[in-house]
C-alpha cells in the first residue's frame, strides 16, 4: 500500500490506474479506523479493481469547542489495517495540502443539511460536502462508500453529487455494531467504563421506538418515550427524530423512514439511527 501525502503524487499514481483502465472506490474517513470502516473499505474493494482510503481530520466540519484537538490521530495502527485488507492507496493530506492557501470555496447543501445534526452544529455539513466534494475531485473515484451511522452525512452527500451531476455512485453501508448493540464510532474510545455500560441505552431506545412504530404507534409518543429512555440513562438527548429518509423532513407514509437521535453520555457525544417500517 502505498502513503500519499502530496496531491502532485496522487495524481501520478491515479493516472497510471486510469491508464490501465482501473477504476477506484474511495473510502474518505478521519482515521482512527474500526471494524465499522472496514466494512466499507471490504465493499469497496469488491465495487472497483483499485480502493483509496482517505485519513483526513477536516477542521472545516468542526464547530468552535468541539473535538478537533482531541479527535484520535493513529496513523500507523491505521495503516497496518488498511494495508491487511488489501488497499491500495493512503491518501493522507496535511491540512495545507488539503486547504492551500487562497483556498475560497464552500459547498453548502441547504434542506437536508438544515435540520438534526446540522442545527446542532452550524456549518459543520458545510465542511464535510466541502472536504468530499474536494476529495472527489482529487481521486475521480467511481465509487465512494459511507456509513449509514452517520445517515444525515449520507443524506447531504447524496444530494450534493444528485445536485451537482458528479459522476460517482454513493454507497451507504449499514452500521457496524458491538455485541451489545452499541454503533462502532471513532469517539466511542472518550467513553469511560460507566459511561460505555449505560451507551447501550442509545440503540436500546432506538429499537424500542422502531417497534412501537411498526406496531402502528403515535409516532410523537415512541420519541417521547425514546428521549424519556435516554434521560433516565444519564443522556443529555440533543434530539430524537422520526424523519423521511431521503428528505430528512417529516416523515410520509409508504415511504423510508428513519429514527434518529443525537444524546451526549458526559462529553461524548454520540449518534444512532434505525430504519422504521412507516406504512
Ligand atoms: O465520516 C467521516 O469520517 C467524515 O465526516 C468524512 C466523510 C471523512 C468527511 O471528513
Same mark, same amino acid.
Given at each position: 500500500?502505498?502513503?500519499?501525502?502530496?496531491?502532485?503524487?496522487?495524481?501520478?499514481?491515479?493516472?497510471?490506474?486510469?491508464?490501465?483502465?482501473?477504476?477506484?472506490?474511495?473510502?474518505?474517513?478521519?482515521?482512527?479506523?474500526?471494524?465499522?470502516?472496514?466494512?466499507?473499505?471490504?465493499?469497496?474493494?469488491?465495487?472497483?479493481?483499485?480502493?483509496?482510503?482517505?485519513?483526513?481530520?477536516?477542521?472545516?466540519?468542526?464547530?468552535?469547542?468541539?473535538?478537533?484537538?482531541?479527535?484520535?490521530?493513529?496513523?500507523?495502527?491505521?495503516?497496518?489495517?488498511?494495508?491487511?485488507?488489501?488497499?491500495?492507496?493512503?491518501?493522507?493530506?496535511?491540512?495545507?495540502?488539503?486547504?492551500?492557501?487562497?483556498?475560497?470555496?464552500?459547498?453548502?447543501?441547504?434542506?437536508?443539511?438544515?435540520?438534526?445534526?446540522?442545527?446542532?452544529?452550524?456549518?459543520?455539513?458545510?465542511?464535510?460536502?466541502?472536504?468530499?466534494?474536494?476529495?472527489?475531485?482529487?481521486?475521480?473515484?467511481?465509487?465512494?462508500?459511507?456509513?449509514?451511522?452517520?445517515?444525515?452525512?449520507?443524506?447531504?452527500?447524496?444530494?450534493?453529487?444528485?445536485?451537482?451531476?458528479?459522476?460517482?455512485?454513493?454507497?451507504?453501508?449499514?452500521?457496524?455494531?458491538?455485541?451489545?448493540?452499541?454503533?462502532?464510532?471513532?469517539?466511542?474510545?472518550? #467513553?469511560?467504563?460507566?459511561? /460505555? *455500560?449505560?451507551?447501550?441505552?442509545?440503540?436500546? =431506545? +432506538?429499537?424500542? @421506538? $422502531?417497534?412501537?412504530?411498526?406496531?402502528?404507534?403515535?409516532?410523537?409518543?415512541?420519541?417521547?418515550?425514546? #428521549?424519556?429512555?435516554?434521560? /433516565? *440513562?444519564?443522556?443529555?438527548?440533543?434530539?430524537? =427524530? +422520526?424523519?423521511? @429518509? $431521503?428528505?430528512?423532513?417529516?416523515?410520509?407514509?409508504?415511504?423510508?423512514?428513519?429514527?434518529?437521535?443525537?444524546?451526549?453520555?458526559?462529553?461524548?457525544?454520540?449518534?444512532?439511527?434505525?430504519?422504521?417500517?412507516?406504512?
Amino acid at each position: 500500500m502505498q502513503i500519499i501525502r502530496r496531491l502532485e503524487a496522487l495524481r501520478q499514481a491515479l493516472d497510471l490506474y486510469a491508464h490501465a483502465g482501473e477504476g477506484v472506490a474511495l473510502v474518505p474517513t478521519m482515521g482512527a479506523l474500526h471494524a465499522g470502516h472496514m466494512a466499507l473499505v471490504d465493499a469497496a474493494r469488491r465495487r472497483a479493481p483499485r480502493t483509496v482510503v482517505s485519513i483526513f481530520v477536516n477542521p472545516k466540519q468542526f464547530g468552535p469547542g468541539e473535538d478537533l484537538a482531541r479527535y484520535p490521530r493513529r496513523e500507523a495502527a491505521d495503516a497496518q489495517m488498511l494495508a491487511d485488507h488489501g488497499v491500495d492507496i493512503l491518501w493522507a493530506p496535511e491540512v495545507d495540502e488539503m486547504y492551500p492557501a487562497g483556498f475560497a470555496t464552500t459547498v453548502s447543501v441547504s434542506g437536508v443539511s438544515e435540520v438534526l445534526d446540522g442545527a446542532h452544529r452550524p456549518g459543520h455539513f458545510d465542511g464535510v460536502a466541502t472536504v468530499v466534494a474536494r476529495l472527489f475531485g482529487q481521486v475521480r473515484p467511481v465509487a465512494a462508500f459511507f456509513g449509514e451511522k452517520d445517515f444525515q452525512q449520507l443524506a447531504v452527500v447524496r444530494r450534493m453529487v444528485a445536485d451537482l451531476s458528479l459522476p460517482v455512485e454513493i454507497v451507504g453501508v449499514p452500521t457496524q455494531r458491538e455485541d451489545d448493540g452499541l454503533a462502532l464510532s471513532s469517539r466511542n474510545i472518550y #467513553l469511560d467504563e460507566a459511561e /460505555r *455500560a449505560r451507551a447501550v441505552a442509545l440503540p436500546r =431506545a +432506538l429499537g424500542v @421506538a $422502531e417497534r412501537a412504530l411498526s406496531r402502528g404507534d403515535d409516532p410523537a409518543s415512541a420519541v417521547a418515550g425514546a #428521549l424519556a429512555a435516554l434521560t /433516565r *440513562a444519564g443522556f443529555d438527548p440533543d434530539y430524537v =427524530a +422520526l424523519v423521511d @429518509a $431521503e428528505t430528512l423532513r417529516d416523515p410520509v407514509r409508504g415511504r423510508p423512514a428513519r429514527l434518529l437521535a443525537a444524546a451526549r453520555l458526559g462529553t461524548t457525544r454520540l449518534i444512532d439511527n434505525i430504519a422504521v417500517d412507516f406504512d
